[in-house]
T-cell receptor, first 115, second 113 residues
Framework: GAGVSQSPSNKVTEKGKDVELRCDPI?????LYWYRQSLGQGLEFLIY????????KSGLPSDRFSAERTGGSVSTLTIQRTQQEDSAVYLC?????????????FGNGTRLTVT | AQKVTQAQTEISVVEKEDVTLDCVYE???????LFWYKQPPSGELVFLIR??????QNEISGRYSWNFQKSTSSFNFTITASQVVDSAVYFC??????????FGQGTELSVKP
């Protein structure tokens, strides 16, 4: 079956512009996560969604970052007024559930470059 | 608060050597889950293993083995007879009762022929 799909795979934007990153999780997966990986760094948790529950936004670095998940499926991560420090690979992952044993399945990421 | 520490930033070995990647975690949850992921140069994260806090049995899968010790809050990963294809960044991760999966900083393993 299809894995987690992210688009675009690469995005170059000018400082100050808004960007939207899209994630299509694996069908049937109720949990969806966003992470950020800067060059040579680990994975920084941003946000996760579990079913109809309120999302855990505790990892969002500033109010310029927001995410939504429509219909319990597709998710969009929006970064407003991008800054150069936002340059990173943004990874989306999904799992059958977030509270149990299910491993996360990752997409290939969106590489964001802010010039 | 939850935390995962992978103290080894980079490890370099010669092919066929055994290598152990360390992972130490912190959590106040009584039920939690531990994971290892591999990120090869291609960039895609690959799930390797999961463990729950009630199962301290060691696990072996081919050349890979994992040692989970609650007494020391460690979940170490050993590769026996390493191969060049094992070269990658390896991440240890912790999922607590809140559901959030927290990753360590990763260990970059380089296996030279």
């Amino acid at each position: 079956g299809a894995g987690v799909s992210q688009s675009p795979s690469n995005k170059v934007t000018e400082k100050g512009k808004d960007v939207e990153l899209r994630c299509d999780p694996i069908s049937g997966h109720t949990a969806l996560y966003w992470y950020r990986q800067s060059l040579g760094q680990g994975l920084e948790f941003l946000i996760y969604f579990q079913g109809n529950s309120a999302p855990d936004k505790s990892g969002l670095p500033s109010d310029r970052f927001s995410a939504e998940r429509t219909g319990g499926s597709v998710s969009t991560l929006t970064i407003q007024r991008t800054q150069q420090e936002d340059s990173a690979v943004y990874l989306c992952a999904s799992s059958l559930d977030s509270l149990g044993y299910s491993p996360l399945h990752f997409g290939n990421g969106t590489r964001l470059t802010v010039t | 608060a939850q935390k995962v520490t992978q103290a080894q930033t980079e490890i370099s070995v010669v092919e066929k050597e055994d290598v152990t990647l360390d992972c130490v975690y912190e959590t106040r949850d009584t039920t939690y889950y531990l994971f290892w992921y591999k990120q090869p140069p291609s960039g895609e994260l690959v799930f390797l293993i999961r463990r729950n806090s009630f199962d301290e049995q060691n696990e072996i899968s081919g050349r890979y083995s994992w040692n989970f010790q609650k007494s020391t809050s460690s979940f170490n990963f050993t590769i026996t007879a390493s191969q060049v294809v094992d070269s990658a960044v390896y991440f240890c991760a912790l999922k607590g009762q809140g559901g959030k999966l927290i990753f360590g900083q990763g260990t970059e393993l380089s296996v030279k022929p």
